[in-house]
């Protein structure tokens, strides 16, 4: 809830709120399954709204895209409300667009496969150091020979040539092994299965069009990517995830402290992003997490437990909520003492304890304060939602995606000259060469043969020439000397 120019977000004796100046410092929201990680997110995302600060968020499960219509009342908001004492609570809906990789429900987004990059597509491919290496110089080859890498045809195409090609190549790129190329190909074979082929083409998605404001009320876009289907292919999912990170981070500039973030974006079920990332990849989202809120983002991971992301990410997450964790194992335990050592002390309860106890719709809530310090832990119910709670039907969906201003813009692919069709004219063009080099050589191996033939044609008629003149020489000379003795 958008309140006195701070986003509202739940209440103990006191509104916990985070300051708008301050929301680019990021965020986490954590708790486990059921303990309303969904309700505070919603919350959140609908003030930024109303704030006038667009948002990005994943819906997994489908009850997020309510916020394109208003709520309706019930006895269990109400009654929150009344422990809450809010009086002005209202109803509303908020802008709202749709997204979808797979392109059904909402929006296609789409890149190229140079713009995702070798770094981020051997991750998605989950390719080996010595593969990654191999897919590296493809990218490097394709740069140096203006072949442009769009879709997967593209690629597939060039690792080919290059396998078939790769004498020519080792000297100045580095060793290309027939053995890599191939494991490249059938991972982009299964990623084509799965259809990780849709993410990749033109036109790819301009990331300013996620920084987009009503223009009845000046409110945020709420961009929601569907994810209903891309969660069940989590390294897509996750790769997704991390492209975008990337391509904000390199895309907009550097604008300092601003008394309001620029876009907000919430990573949920964030363990993925970084399940089984190598050490390298992590040293770079860390680097990306740290310096990213100096371009105006904000940034909220939502997950299950905090030990779900890496320490020193956790450690530039400033806006804090924690709902019930549960304790079943030491390991369990461990995290909940960590958990609990990491807010400021509240001496009217202990924090460890009250993680374990709190009720669904309560967390435990610390956010900055206006000198950027984190403010003593507090024990508060989350508010509910203005907007709709769970899932809409396809009939408003669709109704929302053809009433946007985006209808159109990347609805229907773009198929242009590329690497494929550029490698397919190269190979054609050497496969002429070589053949006309082949009938060259031929055509002269039986010009010589003519030649060769045609000389011992000469000798054999100089050489009869030469005996039968030789011949009459002798019959003339024998009947010259027979006339002399008569």
């Known amino acids: 809830?958008?309140?006195?120019?701070?986003?509202?977000?739940?209440?103990?004796?006191?509104?916990?709120?985070?300051?708008?100046?301050?929301?680019?410092?990021?965020?986490?929201?954590?708790?486990?399954?059921?303990?309303?990680?969904?309700?505070?997110?919603?919350?959140?995302?609908?003030?930024?709204?109303?704030?006038?600060?667009?948002?990005?968020?994943?819906?997994?499960?489908?009850?997020?895209?309510?916020?394109?219509?208003?709520?309706?009342?019930?006895?269990?908001?109400?009654?929150?409300?009344?422990?809450?004492?809010?009086?002005?609570?209202?109803?509303?809906?908020?802008?709202?667009?749709?997204?979808?990789?797979?392109?059904?429900?909402?929006?296609?987004?789409?890149?190229?496969?140079?713009?995702?990059?070798?770094?981020?597509?051997?991750?998605?491919?989950?390719?080996?150091?010595?593969?990654?290496?191999?897919?590296?110089?493809?990218?490097?080859?394709?740069?140096?020979e203006a072949l442009e890498l769009i879709d997967l045809n593209d690629l597939r195409l060039l690792l080919q040539y290059i396998g078939d090609k790769r004498s020519d190549y080792t000297l100045k790129y580095g060793n290309v092994s027939l053995q890599s190329v191939g494991a490249i190909q059938r991972n982009l074979l299964k990623l084509e299965e799965q259809d990780g082929k849709l993410l990749f083409g033109e036109p790819s998605l301009d990331i300013k069009d996620f920084i987009k404001f009503s223009t009845e009320n000046g409110h945020g876009y709420i961009n929601i990517l569907d994810a209903r289907e891309l969660f069940h292919k989590p390294t897509l999912y996750a790769t997704f995830l991390l492209w975008?990170?990337?391509?904000?981070?390199?895309?907009?500039?550097?604008?300092?402290?601003?008394?309001?973030?620029?876009?907000?974006?919430?990573?949920?079920?964030?363990?993925?992003?970084?399940?089984?990332?190598?050490?390298?990849?992590?040293?770079?989202?860390?680097?990306?997490?740290?310096?990213?809120?100096?371009?105006?983002?904000?940034?909220?991971?939502?997950?299950?437990?905090?030990?779900?992301?890496?320490?020193?990410?956790?450690?530039?997450?400033?806006?804090?909520?924690?709902?019930?964790?549960?304790?079943?194992?030491?390991?369990?335990?461990?995290?909940?003492?960590?958990a609990a050592t990491s807010f400021r002390t509240n001496p009217n309860f202990d924090t460890e304890e009250a993680i374990t106890s709190l009720g669904t719709g309560e967390a435990l809530?610390?956010?900055?304060?206006?000198?950027?310090?984190?403010?003593?832990?507090?024990?508060?119910t989350i508010l509910p939602p203005q907007s709709q709670m769970g899932t809409i039907d396809d009939t408003l969906r669709q109704e929302v995606i053809s009433q946007s201003s985006l209808k159109g813009k990347y609805d229907i692919r773009i198929e242009r000259e590329s690497a494929f069709e550029k490698l397919n004219v190269k190979i054609a063009n050497e496969a002429k060469a070589i053949e006309e080099e082949k009938k060259a050589k031929e055509l002269a191996k039986q010009s010589k043969q003519t030649k060769k033939k045609k000389t011992m044609a000469d000798k054999a008629v100089e050489k009869t020439a030469n005996s039968a003149f030789n011949t009459l020489g002798r019959k003339i000379g024998n009947s010259i000397f027979k006339g002399l003795f008569k």
């Open 365 to 380: 809530i610390s956010f900055l304060n206006e000198n950027g310090e984190p403010n003593i832990v507090e024990k508060a």
């Open 1 to 144: 809830m958008y309140y006195n120019n701070k986003i509202f977000v739940g209440s103990s004796d006191k509104e916990l709120s985070i300051l708008l100046n301050m929301a680019n410092r990021h965020g986490l929201i954590t708790g486990a399954s059921g303990t309303g990680k969904t309700i505070t997110l919603k919350v959140m995302a609908e003030s930024f709204s109303e704030a006038g600060v667009p948002v990005f968020l994943a819906d997994v499960k489908g009850d997020l895209a309510g916020m394109c219509t208003p709520g309706i009342s019930n006895d269990n908001i109400t009654e929150r409300l009344n422990k809450l004492n809010i009086k002005d609570f209202t109803f509303k809906s908020f802008p709202t667009r749709f997204w979808d990789i797979f392109g059904v429900n909402g929006h296609p987004i789409r890149t190229t496969v140079k713009d995702i990059g070798p770094t981020i597509l051997a991750r998605m491919l989950g390719l080996t150091e010595a593969q990654e290496g191999v897919l590296s110089i493809a990218f490097k080859i394709a740069d140096d």
């Open 244 to 338: 975008l990170l990337t391509k904000l981070f390199e895309t907009l500039p550097e604008v300092g402290d601003l008394a309001k973030p620029k876009i907000v974006f919430f990573f949920d079920e964030a363990h993925l992003l970084f399940e089984d990332m190598p050490d390298y990849l992590i040293k770079q989202v860390i680097q990306i997490v740290k310096l990213i809120r100096s371009k105006g983002i904000g940034l909220y991971f939502i997950s299950q437990s905090p030990k779900d992301i890496p320490d020193d990410v956790l450690a530039q997450l400033s806006n804090r909520v924690t709902h019930a964790l549960r304790a079943y194992t030491p390991a369990e335990q461990k995290v909940i003492k960590a």
